[in-house]
């Protein structure tokens, strides 16, 4: 049984529309789009996101890095939030939250022709658009130190683990801290400060453990690893 607050995504890394419409309408409640590490440029994203129209799903547009042009642009071409790498501190917090926001809060650029207000059909005002979603992700032990003091910033929505390179991390500074302790100090940090935790798994059977830790943003696999995983299934299976 998940909790209310339980909010399951999956990662899209090809750039396809049809995989963008197709995860849009199979029932998860958020989808990523990946500028970090995915394969296709940030002009694809518009398209994908015109994909997910009519869906009631959350589109979160993980940018490269923090460049506030960027996350303007994305949040311009109406994504409903952004995801940041190797967000570390609480200075690299605070320029996310300022490149998301209008003034006096931020400094995002202020243009009435785009698509997240209708090209104009609608008032470019941010007391009544829709907040967007900030997903500070914590991928070193420098990060996860600084966890309690990053979630504490107004702003920031949710900590998001992440595994692979927090995994790298603990391996190249040689720590003698587990994955399962930086995980947990994670957790307890969002908590604390009432915001919410997530983490990408790749099995669903690694769920369970995670909700037990109160993580509620959880992706599970992505576009290519579903593909990679069912041609391994299939070439193993008639060979």
């Not at 990946?34 to 518009?46: F, K, M, Q, V």
């Not at 798994?201 to 579903?226: F, H, P, Q």
Request: aromatic share 6%.
């Amino acid at each position: 049984m998940t909790p209310p607050s339980f909010k399951l995504g999956t990662w899209l890394s090809l750039g396809s529309t049809t995989v963008a419409e197709l995860a849009a309408d199979s029932g998860f409640d958020w989808l990523l789009f990946d500028l970090e590490h995915g394969s296709a440029t940030d002009a694809a994203i518009p398209d994908q996101l015109r994909a997910t129209r009519g869906s009631p799903i959350q589109t979160i547009v993980r940018v490269g890095a923090p460049h506030h042009d960027l996350i303007g642009r994305v949040l311009d071409w109406g994504a409903a939030g952004i995801m940041v790498p190797r967000v570390c501190s609480v200075d690299d917090a605070e320029r996310i939250v300022k490149a998301a926001h209008y003034a006096p809060r931020g400094h995002r650029g202020v243009a009435r022709t785009v698509r997240a207000v209708g090209y104009g059909l609608r008032p470019n005002d941010e007391k009544q658009m829709p907040r967007p979603k900030i997903i500070a992700q914590i991928e070193t032990l420098d990060a996860v130190d600084q966890a309690a003091a990053i979630a504490a910033v107004d702003g920031i929505d949710v900590l998001f683990i992440g595994p692979a390179d927090l995994g790298y991390d603990l391996l190249a500074q040689k720590s003698e801290r587990s994955y399962a302790d930086c995980v947990t100090r994670v957790a307890l940090a969002a908590r604390e400060s009432g915001k919410e935790c997530g983490i990408l798994l790749r099995r669903t059977e690694d769920m369970a453990a995670m909700l037990e830790l109160g993580l509620s943003w959880i992706a599970v696999d992505s576009d290519i690893g579903l593909i990679r995983e069912g041609y391994k299934r299939i070439v193993a299976a008639a060979k």
